[in-house]
T-cell receptor, first 112, second 112 residues
Framework: NAGVTQTPKFRVLKTGQSMTLLCAQDMNHEYMYWYRQDPGMGLRLIHYSVGEGTTAKGEVPDGYNVSRLKKQNFLLGLESAAPSQTSVYFC???????????FGQGTRLTVV | SQKIEQNSEALNIQEGKTATLTCNYTNYSPAYLQWYRQDPGRGPVFLLLIRENEKEKRKERLKVTFDTTLKQSLFHITASQPADSATYLCALMDTGRRALTFGSGTRLQVQP
């Protein structure tokens, strides 16, 4: 089993460009999450999904959109990247609310 | 406001000693509290989960306590080893919420 896989691992964007981060899980989990991690600030929740076709806003959703068209995939989009979105992005999934979360290896995004 | 506080200063201990890390929270009513380990450049990995009605949980050399009166969780690693060096994150599931909220983590350094 691959667990949670994030694509890409690294990316450099220019301000104003758009991109999509892909998260795929092969554990048949209902819950999926996108977090960003910045130095000294821990993991902050961007958006999450409690099942296929559903999404909800987290703590820091502005500037991001998400989609969960298939149960195993959770996409995070940046429509117009800003330097403040430079961060490490982690996707996670869990079988149930409050259950053990499985994380991907992260995507390091730099916006210049 | 809601806060999860972990000691931002690194904890340095000698091999063989017990490491104790603290997680304090404010204005949460957690149904669960979890601890994760994160190594540099990698995603967090789940260690232990403790529920609001549990006082203590153990797993091999790890022990977690949860005091809802003090609003605090303690994470202990006994007989620590250099391989235990990492950042440890606490995370809680607030009652009524659907995603984990993370603290910023404490870095543990075990000296041989």
């Amino acid at each position: 089993n691959a667990g949670v896989t994030q694509t890409p691992k690294f990316r450099v964007l220019k301000t104003g460009q758009s991109m999509t981060l892909l998260c795929a899980q092969d554990m048949n989990h209902e819950y999926m999450y996108w977090y960003r991690q910045d130095p000294g600030m821990g993991l902050r929740l961007i958006h999450y999904s409690v099942g296929e076709g559903t999404t909800a806003k987290g703590e820091v959703p502005d500037g991001y959109n998400v989609s969960r068209l298939k149960k195993q995939n959770f996409l995070l989009g940046l429509e117009s990247a800003a330097p403040s979105q430079t961060s490490v992005y982690f996707c996670a999934s869990s079988y149930s609310k409050g259950g053990e979360a499985f994380f991907g290896q992260g995507t390091r995004l730099t916006v210049v | 406001s809601q806060k999860i506080e972990q000691n931002s200063e690194a904890l340095n201990i000698q091999e063989g000693k017990t490491a104790t890390l603290t997680c304090n929270y404010t204005n949460y009513s957690p149904a669960y509290l979890q601890w994760y380990r994160q190594d540099p450049g990698r995603g967090p990995v789940f260690l232990l989960l403790i529920r609001e009605n549990e006082k203590e949980k153990r797993k091999e050399r790890l022990k977690v306590t949860f005091d809802t009166t003090l609003k605090q969780s303690l994470f202990h690693i006994t007989a620590s080893q250099p391989a235990d060096s990492a950042t440890y994150l606490c995370a809680l599931m607030d009652t009524g919420r659907r995603a984990l909220t993370f603290g910023s983590g404490t870095r543990l350094q075990v000296q041989p």
